[in-house]
């Protein structure tokens, strides 16, 4: 049997997608390998949201060619986003890669690896309407046997003036409902104790009028100790019915992923995000009244085409009022044929990007180790998920909120849940104890 390693960068869809992958393999009689000295076939599955994520890329496909020096056989291909969106060009700019593959092509995998075989290259990127992979049950690559990702819907047609993915993942499109439920039920019964629905923008999942909060309410009807989380929220779709729906179901987990990106309307209008801030900070309420115990995070970027010191001013401002639990802040990358790149101007500086960016990042760690401190004395469920990575007589699981708690191992057994009281903490972690 020939064997594959798949290597994933990029977010949770991507490492939905290579257990897609994966099995589409394994059911063609290829096996699956973690060793590169052993691979046939290198699968790198790859990410375009920034273009340091495709620098990554570009520098892991050269430091193969030394394996591939050894090994002739050995072949490279490049999936996902990257392979998109740079077709067939990519094999042209980097030699040793002999074919590419897009996010709705996979079912082709085999038939182009026997190609590869062959001596040929090979590219297929056509976009599918309907390709959701919906009859595949993935192998669990990235799991831990307690945690996976279901991918809900793929593609996104909301063409944020500086996002990538609109031409990478090409539309939007639900997939089948029952589909969803029986994965889920059958994780469930594998022993799985969490689930993560995930999109691009999983508020608006439709699929024949079934909508989100319908899904996500039969998701946690498998059982009350699954827990349910899902992201991404695109915060102009996110409705008091899904809220309601969380508030119904104390195994659908307290924490929205709610990416605001900028704080000023001016920023916002320019990136066709198609709510203004009044908006936002009015849904931040609804969250906080409907769930109180709600955890907030966010994606933000710094430096858009335009921004001013007062659009700047204006995410610090937001940050300060919100006070978000986590944030994945990001330096703007200007992205080849997107709108931005098409008719704005990439007018802050490089140096100035990273000024603002690290401002915000400076301020989310202070307000970060304050909600953290908050926390000290409380009592939480945990969902016991391993050893941690700092000290290995200590576990680590997550509350419902999300946040990581590390707590002295005892008794306890990952996969189970745990209670345990918050002691300390740090920006990133809360350290406690178990509580029986
Ligand atoms: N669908 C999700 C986001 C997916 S991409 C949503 O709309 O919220 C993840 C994050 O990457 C985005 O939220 C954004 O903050 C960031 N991002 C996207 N394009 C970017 C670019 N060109 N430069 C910098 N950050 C970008
Ligand atoms: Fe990109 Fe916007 Fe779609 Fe998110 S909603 S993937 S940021 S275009
Ligand atoms: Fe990257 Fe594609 Fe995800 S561009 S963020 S891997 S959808």
Not at 216 to 229: H, K, M, Q, T
Not at 234 to 247: E, F, G, N, V
Not at 269 to 283: F, P, Q, V
Request: some cysteine.
């Amino acid at each position: 049997m020939e064997k594959v390693l798949i290597e994933t960068y990029g977010c949770q869809m991507n490492f939905a997608d290579s257990e897609v992958v994966g099995a589409i393999l394994k059911t063609n009689n290829y096996a699956l390998t973690d060793d590169i000295e052993q691979a046939d076939f290198v699968l790198i599955n790859t990410c375009a949201i920034r273009d340091n994520a495709e620098q990554r890329v570009r520098h892991r496909v050269r430091e193969l060619k030394a394996q591939q020096n050894k090994r002739r056989q050995m072949r490279i291909g490049i999936l996902g986003c990257m392979a998109e969106r740079l077709q067939s060009q990519l094999m042209s700019e980097e030699e040793n890669v002999s074919f590419v593959v897009g996010p709705d092509a996979y079912r082709q995998l085999p038939s182009i690896l026997q190609q590869v075989r062959q001596g040929q290259k090979a590219a297929e990127t056509e976009l599918s309407q309907t390709e959701t992979y919906a009859d595949i049950e993935p192998v669990r690559l990235a799991s831990n046997g307690i945690s996976a990702y279901i991918s809900i819907m793929r593609g996104c047609q909301n063409y944020c003036t500086y996002c990538v993915v609109p031409y990478t993942r090409g539309r939007e499109r639900s997939r089948q409902p029952q589909t969803i439920v029986d994965e889920a039920r059958k994780l469930w019964q594998q022993g799985y104790r969490e689930v993560t629905l995930l999109g691009q923008n999983v508020n608006s999942y439709n699929c024949d009028n079934y909508d989100f909060p319908q899904l996500i309410e039969d998701v946690a009807a498998i059982s009350p100790d699954l827990r349910v989380r899902f992201a991404t929220s695109h915060p102009k779709d996110l409705s008091d019915k899904l809220l309601q729906a969380m508030a119904a179901h104390s195994n659908i987990c307290r924490c929205i992923h709610l990416p605001v990106q900028s704080g000023s309307n001016h920023m916002l209008k320019a990136m066709n995000r198609h709510y203004t801030i009044e908006w936002y900070l009015e849904r931040v309420d609804a969250i906080r009244k409907y769930i109180p115990d709600c955890s907030i995070t966010t994606d933000v970027i710094a430096g858009f085409c335009g921004e001013t010191l007062d659009d700047h001013q204006a995410t610090l401002d937001l940050f300060r009022q919100v006070r978000y639990d986590y944030a994945y802040m990001f330096k703007y990358s200007m992205r080849p044929n997107t709108y931005a790149h098409r008719h704005m101007h990439d007018d802050v500086g490089e140096e100035e990007k990273t000024r603002r960016l690290n401002e915000i990042i400076k301020l989310q760690g202070e307000i970060a180790l304050e909600n953290n401190q908050k926390e000290i004395g409380r009592e939480y469920e945990v969902l016991v998920e391993g050893v941690s990575h700092r000290n290995k007589s200590q576990l680590f699981g997550r509350n419902s909120q999300n946040k990581v708690i590390v707590f002295d191992k005892r008794d306890a057994i990952p996969g189970t849940y745990r209670r345990t009281i918050v002691e300390s903490c740090t920006a990133a972690t809360l350290i406690g104890k178990l509580a029986d």
